[in-house]
T-cell receptor, first 111, second 118 residues
Framework: LAKTTQPISMDSYEGQEVNITCSHN???????ITWYQQFPSQGPRFIIQ???TKVTNEVASLFIPADRKSSTLSLPRVSLSDTAVYYC????????????FGKGTTLSVSS | GAVVSQHPSWVICKSGTSVKIECRSL??????MFWYRQFPKQSLMLMAT?????????EQGVEKDKFLINHASLTLSTLTVTSAHPEDSSFYIC??????????????FGPGTRLTVT
């Protein structure tokens, strides 16, 4: 599975847009890029998934450049409740193999 | 989306005893479930892959005789921590995939079980 690199931590204020970039230089052709959110003492929660270009849902956008060696999770107008750890994962999701988690990015949102 | 539950949500046991944690897929059948362990301030670490009707596949460094996994049905996998010790205290999380899903290929996680060994 492709290894990912993301910032250890980020700080933001309520109402701001937050962009978290993840590097995955050795991503394979069949790999998807998936982002999960985790609050303390809870299981991870799916945020968004993409293969290429841009994907948007009701909570976030995912930008993937043409070479797919990186991706950026964009959270519009964050609130205090968005304080959490965000994980970027890369893998052949269609194959049904387990997700391997990296260190994640701890996002702290202040008022 | 699909729901995965775990029971119990937290458990305290004495050193040397065994503890069983259940993972259930509530509204779908899961031929494969995954077990993770998470220590404080750390990421999730994959322990094993649980396959319905066959033996689990353990990750390197995980003692299969200590962490017994049984996937007896398409909706239930259990993790038994045998002869628990304080160093086994951790947050245990299971996950599952729908076998014939479509994109996005989402892996559903349970709420986790906090194990404290005294």
């Amino acid at each position: 599975l492709a290894k990912t690199t993301q910032p250890i931590s980020m700080d933001s204020y309520e109402g701001q847009e937050v962009n978290i970039t993840c590097s995955h230089n050795n991503i394979a052709t069949n790999d998807y890029i998936t982002w999960y959110q985790q609050f303390p003492s809870q299981g991870p929660r799916f945020i968004i998934q993409g293969y290429k270009t841009k994907v948007t849902n009701e909570v976030a956008s995912l930008f993937i450049p043409a070479d797919r060696k990186s991706s950026t999770l964009s959270l519009p107008r964050v609130s205090l409740s968005d304080t959490a750890v965000y994980y970027c994962l890369v893998g052949d999701n269609q194959a049904g193999t387990a997700l391997i988690f990296g260190k994640g990015t701890t996002l702290s949102v202040s008022s | 989306g699909a729901v995965v539950s775990q029971h119990p949500s937290w458990v305290i046991c004495k050193s040397g005893t065994s503890v069983k944690i259940e993972c259930r897929s509530l509204d779908f059948q899961a031929t494969t479930m995954f077990w993770y362990r998470q220590f404080p301030k750390q990421s999730l670490m994959l322990m094993a892959t649980s396959n319905e009707g066959s033996k689990a596949t353990y990750e390197q460094g995980v003692e299969k005789d200590k962490f017994l996994i049984n996937h007896a049905s398409l909706t239930l996998s259990t993790l038994t921590v045998t002869s628990a010790h304080p160093e086994d205290s951790s947050f245990y999380i299971c996950s599952a995939r729908e076998p014939w899903d479509r994109a996005p290929y989402e892996q559903y996680f349970g709420p986790g079980t906090r194990l404290t060994v005294t």
